[in-house]
């Protein structure tokens, strides 16, 4: 004969708790860094892309012959070399306007240069005709006094 044994009473079934997967230990932080990189990460194409652009505008300007022509006009004159001094330089960025299409085009240009005794501004404006570019204004500003010398005045053509 087989004697029963008493029976326990069952322990209420208490599961064990589940650990937290890697997102449920780390998204407070992940959130905002993911953002944050994403937010300087589209900030840095952004300005990769203006800077591009700009260079790009500013390269072309520069190599057109209108500002060329401009620049070298300048280095020789012999007023603007007494006022700044030689060498003349394009000291910075040229601001402005120029279109051309093949044969034809227009400028408007400023254009930063200086000298070892100071600083100007040369304005350039011209057309082109026939592949040949035509001065109507060449013109340094002298920024100490705010002097005006024409390239134009007394000189043959460009």
């Known amino acids: 004969m087989t004697t029963l044994q008493p029976v326990q009473p069952a322990q209420p079934y208490q599961p064990q708790p589940q650990q937290k997967g890697w997102w449920g230990r780390n998204w407070k932080w992940f959130v905002p860094v993911g953002c944050l ?42 007023a603007v070399a007494a006022r700044l001094g030689s060498p003349i330089d394009a000291s910075g ?6 279109q051309v299409n093949n044969a034809s085009g227009d400028a408007d240009l400023a254009v930063p240069i200086s000298g070892p005794n100071g600083d100007g501004t040369l304005y350039i404006v011209a057309d082109k005709s026939g592949g040949r570019w035509t001065f109507t204004t060449l013109v340094v500003e002298i920024e100490a006094t705010g002097e005006q010398i024409d390239l134009l005045a007394g000189h043959g053509p460009p």
């Open 37 to 78: 990189s994403m937010l300087l990460i589209t900030i840095a194409v952004v300005g990769l892309l203006v800077w591009s652009i700009f260079s790009a505008v500013t390269g072309m300007m520069k190599s057109s012959e209108a500002y060329k022509q401009g620049i070298a006009r300048v280095q020789t004159d012999p």
């Open 93 to 98: 960025m040229p601001s402005g306007n120029i």
